[in-house]
């Protein structure tokens, strides 16, 4: 169904984020070598660099597109504590004839004193909106007033989330049935600090943020998450990447005319998946919210779909160097149901210790093996062994 | 020594080879799956590689550690530490190098016996080989051996050496003399040569990391440590040394030793192995004791200037290889990011790759570029391939928007040819909405019908679905037919009425007209092929004998069904006898037909009248069939009854086929909210939704929000045309969405815009004709506005008047200025059209300042060096297609 080919990146390092534009004929690629690369995709559907340049000073996480209706503008975030907005402006004319384009910051946003881990502009009804979070917890919200002047920029909220922010991703449902939402990921990897994944709310009366759901079943680290885009739908969808990909579903419950508080949903979960067999780093979906894509450290990327009973199952696996999968399986935990019955067993006794590594094993550590080297050494090997003479 | 803690060392030289090394040595060598070479014996060590044992090695009891020669001759050398403090050289594998067989079972006795607990050769001189050893009293625990020094004099020791080596004759390879004995009063845990010169030697000592220079033995270099375990140097940095102690890693810089540059964050259980990757800058990974995860550390080197300290960035990532649980890993010398792990029991090995995170996104055209390492992979939804995988919904919305799916208001049923036609709900949903279209013969009998009840009404014109219209239901007659072809009278009611009638007309059964005719219908059916449904349909309407005869014709026809013909047998029996054989087997036998039609037929005949729940609530029948059975053989009570239980199951899955008994009402809206929700299809939900009346149904806030993404959808998608179609086709509906004028050219004299003057005519589109827009040159010129009768201005090309229509070429025909004709044809209405840059304020013809900036950036006025063009997002696509064409 899918076939991959490569494209020549020409970045000096990992590259951490791909984003496209609103109408996927523009890419924007970020990397540790601390540059942005903007790609164009020619009529034959070729990529072309036609901007990179260097925009931090220290490893970009994340890169993303504004609607084009501002223009375009992407904005970066990065190790280097800032989140910084670029526009690309009309160059000189031998630019054009090289077919390079020419970026330049509008802005940098310095509030945060840690890694910027994530930035997300907010939905296009919304106006031109920018979020951030950071390693310190911090989900800060700019809006630029003037959409016509990107250089300035007023943090309009701080959203104080406790814990180690990862990734940010907005409602995108335009629908006035659905007040702006925001969904904030955490890769705390303490499991005691309970849910991972918080949902605030804005509140038209309180002119706030205020939290609305807390997903508590998601204790592990939070990688990335992203709301299915909304389509009408009456409900929200939410895909997360922890040590499994996860899909939520969010319906929102009718609310009495005379409350204020924000919104409660009735929380499902929909599918839930480790064929990852690892970490899950990214999650994405398609323009419909029917097909989602996720990345683990398994070094695949996994296609899902939902059958028309919502049942969602994998499509498709793809290694990460674009070969094709042999078999269907695909996963490194896979070779070893060959190995016989007896490691099987062991294993499946291990399996609950993934998880929670610090309690499921300590029984384990028991067993003196230590101590048998130290038997070893003071008991020199004896000196006469009845040899095979 | 214990089995339970292996370990694994790669060959240096050999890519494919390793050894592991628990109670014996033993060398593998990896290989492909399925490859010639791999035996059958060969272990799976991932999907695509395997290992095949080539050697083992038992000769060397009491291992404590083990340490690969690390050049190229002789291969397969190994130095084994034991528990006793010596150090004993082997080899695997049948190598014929006469200098190996010489140093084979070379042995190296320290003084005192105490455990050997590290060792390492010299990288440079290869023939010094270090160990480390537990503490003695005050001897030293750092010995280095030069393994080409000949055999010791001391013929006493060697001479119980003799006793004490197994199957080693040779006292000649007994050597007692250490060429360095450094590290007095001390024991070695740990031990690494320094690259940065081959005479440094790092040892872990009991509490402090030692640097020793066998220059001038009697210095050395320490710090106080705890972290003395491990120590190992990276292979990308000679300077940046890791150890650890207890579950905590420190990275030390050896040009400031004094204390740790960096620690990791501590793990909860000890740590058991650290390695540096040889094939990637600055990857750390580390293991700990019963632990089924590898973490790995990603130190990037980047000195963030702000702040005063300079902390690299580290991303922290644990990998698990396999469930089990972990007793070694070893990187693979040059292969990117591979180790093989081997587990703690029973000798499990797994061939892993350490896999970059791969960061990805969806583009509004469904294709999927993600990022691996360095790499970039972009991947489309292939066309072909398996063509039993369903398409993507937005992959088929956007087929359906190029082929004007929707768009067929006259012949409404068409609709679903355009979606595909291979969906049956769609299907059923654009039939279903075929009554509007006043062309349709059926709708103009539906509309008097509904006219003649709600006079003037509004929603004459609006469907508002079978439900309604049998609520409404009045004056039903029941009578009881008997059996054509059979004389006796049955006891099967039937029911009549006028809206009875006009939904079975819905439902497609019958055409217009007082009596019920369905001959028409299954006449159809049979030129479709679809045999079974004609002949439950025959049935139903108590003609036997037709039915019987449809299922004949079926089994004749070509690629018919054979079977049929039995089904028909089986139908010829029928009797209403309570009691009968054959009652009792239909009903017994029904439920194994693989043809819902066929099923339905039998639930009908053996079904009591009144109880015909084996038809109504057979899913895989079509609604529509349903329905107008329902509308038949239900009474006034049962009637509503089952369709508002339909209803809402129809509500409930979502599905299209409801739309039949709900119509474009609010019980339409909210059973297209949950296909919505189901399938995301909006295009359809628009176009249906469209059509209901314009007050009730299409001001729905969700109604409007499909509206508003199938746009928003049709934008991502780059189909601006689609969308101004559906726009106009929007507008045409529903009046109100018509969006207001957006620009007017206003006079610079008065003000009033210049299409003032015609606002009077029903179209605002036209009002630009008169300015030679659209119509011919020789229609009348206006050149002045209408309201003040000052001239329009000029423009800056020809410098005519506005309004003066463009002659063909400006700049007296250059040749290269040809352009091909259909694009040249597709601007002609637009070259008299008033255009002008919003930043200069300088404009003219269309056409002429088209044509202007084909060959120029700077605006055509004197002195003006505004970029018009290139600041329009759309003037650069002019130029990209330009530039590609050419």
């Given at each position: 169904m899918f076939v991959a080919r490569s494209i020549a990146a020409d970045h000096k390092d990992l590259i951490h984020d791909v984003s496209y534009d609103f109408h996927g004929r523009r890419m924007a690629t970020c990397s540790s070598d601390q540059s942005v690369k903007v790609w164009d995709k020619s009529e034959s559907g070729e990529w072309h660099c036609t901007a990179s340049w260097k925009t931090h000073s220290g490893s970009v996480w994340r890169v993303t597109w504004a609607h084009p209706e501002f223009g375009q503008v992407l904005a970066s975030c990065s190790f280097d504590r800032t989140a910084a907005v670029w526009e690309e402006i009309v160059g000189e004319s031998n630019d054009k004839q090289r077919g390079q384009s020419h970026w330049i910051k509008r802005t940098t946003l310095v509030d945060s004193r840690t890694s910027v881990t994530d930035v997300k502009f907010a939905p296009k009804h919304m106006g031109l909106m920018l979020t951030t979070c950071s390693a310190d917890g911090v989900v800060r919200v700019y809006e630029a007033p003037d959409v016509m002047n990107l250089s300035q920029w007023s943090l309009q909220h701080e959203i104080s989330c406790k814990l180690s922010c990862s990734c940010i991703s907005w409602n995108p449902s335009s629908s006035r049935a659905h007040p702006p939402m925001i969904a904030v990921g955490s890769d705390?990897?303490?499991?005691?600090?309970?849910?991972k994944v918080q949902i605030y709310e804005y509140n038209d009366n309180t002119r706030k943020y205020a939290k609305a759901e807390t997903l508590m079943t998601v204790t592990d680290a939070v990688h990335d998450i992203a709301f299915s885009?909304?389509?009408?739908?009456?409900f929200h969808v939410l895909a997360i990447a922890t040590k499994d990909v996860r899909i939520f579903k969010l319906v929102p419950l009718r609310k009495e005319s005379s409350s204020t508080g924000p919104t409660k949903f009735e929380v499902q979960i929909v599918a839930q998946f480790d064929n990852h067999n690892s970490q899950v780093w990214r999650v994405s979906w398609n323009i419909t919210s029917t097909l989602l894509a996720s990345s683990g450290d398994d070094g695949c990327v996994r296609l899902w779909k939902a059958n028309y009973m919502d049942n969602w199952k994998c499509t498709g696996i793809l290694k990460g160097d674009g070969s094709p999968v042999n078999g269907s399986s695909g996963q490194p935990g896979a070779m070893n149901t060959m190995v016989g019955s007896a490691v099987q067993t062991s294993q499946n006794e291990a399996l609950p210790s993934v998880g929670r590594p610090e309690l499921a094993t300590d029984c384990l550590t028991a067993l003196p093996s230590l101590g048998l080297t130290d038997t070893a050494a003071l008991t020199p090997p004896p000196p006469s062994l009845p040899g095979p003479d | 020594m214990s089995g339970s803690k292996p370990d694994i060392l790669w060959s240096p030289h050999h890519a494919d080879r390793y050894v592991i090394c628990d109670s014996e040595l033993g060398l593998y060598r990896i290989g492909p799956v399925g490859s010639g070479e791999t035996k059958a014996g060969a272990l799976p060590l991932s999907v695509e590689t395997a290992a095949t044992l080539l050697a083992i090695n038992s000769d060397t009891p009491y291992m404590k550690c083990v340490a690969w020669y690390?050049?190229?001759?002789?291969?397969c050398l190994l130095a084994v530490g034991q528990a006793n403090g010596r150090v004993v050289l082997t080899s695997l594998g049948q190598s014929h190098n006469s200098k190996c067989k010489e140093l084979m079972g070379k042995e190296f006795v320290p003084k005192h016996a105490r455990q050997c607990n590290t060792l390492a050769w010299n990288p440079v001189d290869s023939n010094w080989l270090a160990a480390g050893l537990d503490k003695h009293r005050a001897d030293f625990s750092v010995l280095i051996w030069d393994i080409s020094s000949k055999f010791s004099p001391e013929a006493s020791v060697a001479a119980e050496k003799i006793r004490l080596s197994s199957g080693d004759t040779d006292s000649g390879l007994v050597v007692t003399k250490p060429l360095y004995e450094l590290g007095q009063n001390d024991a070695c845990l740990s031990l690494c040569w320094l690259p940065r010169d081959q005479k440094l030697l790092l040892a872990g000592m009991h509490r402090n990391l030692a640097i020793f220079d066998l220059r001038n033995t009697s210095q050395k270099t320490f710090v106080n440590t705890k972290a003395i375990q491990g120590v190992t140097v990276d292979p990308h940095f000679p300077d940046r040394v890791a150890s650890f102690f207890e579950g905590q890693v420190a990275i030390w810089d050896l040009r400031k030793f004094?204390?740790?540059v960096l620690t990791l964050t501590e793990q909860p259980k000890p740590l058991t192995k650290v390695a540096w990757c040889p094939t990637r800058m600055g990857l750390l990974a580390t293991l700990t004791r019963d632990s089924n995860i590898i973490r790995l550390y990603d130190m990037q080197h980047t000195p963030t200037p702000i702040g005063d300290e300079t902390e690299p960035t580290i991303i922290e990532r644990s990998v698990q290889p396999s469930n089990s649980l972990i007793g070694s890993f070893a990187w693979h010398p040059t292969s990117q990011n591979r180790m093989v792990v081997v587990s703690a029991?029973?000798?499990?090995m797994t061939d892993f790759t350490v896999f970059e995170r791969i960061s990805l996104a969806w583009s509004s055209t469904t294709s999927l570029m993600w990022a691996c390492g360095r790499h970039l992979y972009e991947c489309a939804e292939g066309v072909?391939?398996?063509?039993t995988v369903e398409k993507d919904i937005a992959t088929k919305m956007r087929q359906r928007a190029q082929s004007r799916y929707g768009h067929d208001t006259v012949q409404v049923w068409k609709n679903h040819l355009l979606a595909g036609g291979d969906d049956p709900q769609l299907k059923s949903l654009w039939y279903t909405l075929v009554p509007f279209p006043m062309q349709v013969s059926l709708m103009k009998q539906y509309t008097e019908d509904v006219e003649q009840k709600q006079q003037g009404s509004k929603q004459a014109l609006v469907y508002s679905g079978i439900k309604n219209i049998v609520k409404s239901s009045s004056g039903t007659t029941e009578n009881r037919r008997c059996w054509s072809g059979s004389d006796r009278q049955t006891d099967v009611p039937r029911f009549h009425s006028e809206e009875r009638s006009l939904a079975l007309r819905l439902c497609g059964w019958i055409n217009r007209g007082p009596d019920i005719n369905v001959e028409p219908f299954l006449r159809s059916l049979e030129g479709e092929g679809e045999w079974e449904r004609a002949a439950a349909v025959a049935l139903f309407n108590l003609d036997i004998r037709r039915a019987i005869q449809i299922l004949n014709k079926g089994a004749s026809a070509e690629r018919g069904d054979l079977n049929l013909n039995v089904v028909a047998m089986a139908l010829s029996g029928y009797t209403d006898e309570k009691s009968s054989l054959w009652r009792e087997m239909c009903s017994s036998l029904r439920l194994q037909l693989k043809n819902p039609y066929l099923c339905v037929m039998f639930a009908f005949l053996t079904s009591e009248p009144g109880t015909y729940d084996g038809v109504l609530y057979e899913s895989s029948v079509a609604v529509t069939d349903r329905v107008a059975f329902a509308c038949m053989f239900l009474n006034d009570a049962q009637l509503p009854r089952y369709m508002e239980k339909l209803t809402s199951e129809m509500k409930e899955v979502g599905n299209l086929e409801g739309i039949l008994l709900t119509g474009l009402t609010k019980d339409g809206v909210d059973l297209m909210e949950s296909y919505v929700d189901r399938t995301g299809d909006v295009q359809t939900a628009s176009f249906c939704m469209l059509k209901g009346s314009p007050g009730e149904v299409v001001k729905d806030p969700r109604v409007q929000c499909w509206i508003e993404n199938y746009r928003n959808l049709l934008d991502a998608w780059r189909f601006w045309h689609k969308r101004a179609e559906f726009d106009i086709h929007r507008s045409k509906l529903d009046p109100s969405s018509k969006p207001l004028a957006q620009v007017f050219v206003s006079c610079n004299f008065c003000g009033k815009s210049i299409s003032y003057s015609c606002s009077a005519m029903p179209h605002q589109g036209r009002g630009f004709s008169q300015y030679g827009v659209s119509g011919s040159p020789t229609k009348s010129k206006v050149t002045s506005c209408p309201g003040c009768r000052k001239p329009l201005p000029r423009c800056a090309l020809c410098l005519m008047n506005m309004g003066t229509p463009v002659s063909n070429c400006p700049g007296t025909g250059k040749s290269d200025e040809k352009v091909d004709l259909t694009r040249e044809n597709k601007l002609a209405q637009f070259n008299n059209w008033f255009t002008w840059c919003h930043n200069c304020r300088h404009g003219g013809h269309a056409g002429h300042i088209l044509s202007w900036f084909r060959d120029h950036t700077e605006c055509p006025v004197s002195a003006c060096t505004c970029k018009c063009m290139q600041l329009d997002t759309t003037g650069n696509l002019v130029f990209l297609s330009r530039s590609q064409s050419d």
């Open positions: 705390d990897s303490n499991v005691m600090y309970g849910g885009p909304n389509l009408g739908r009456s | 690390p050049k190229h001759e002789p291969e004094e204390k740790p029991a029973n000798r499990v072909g391939g398996e063509g």
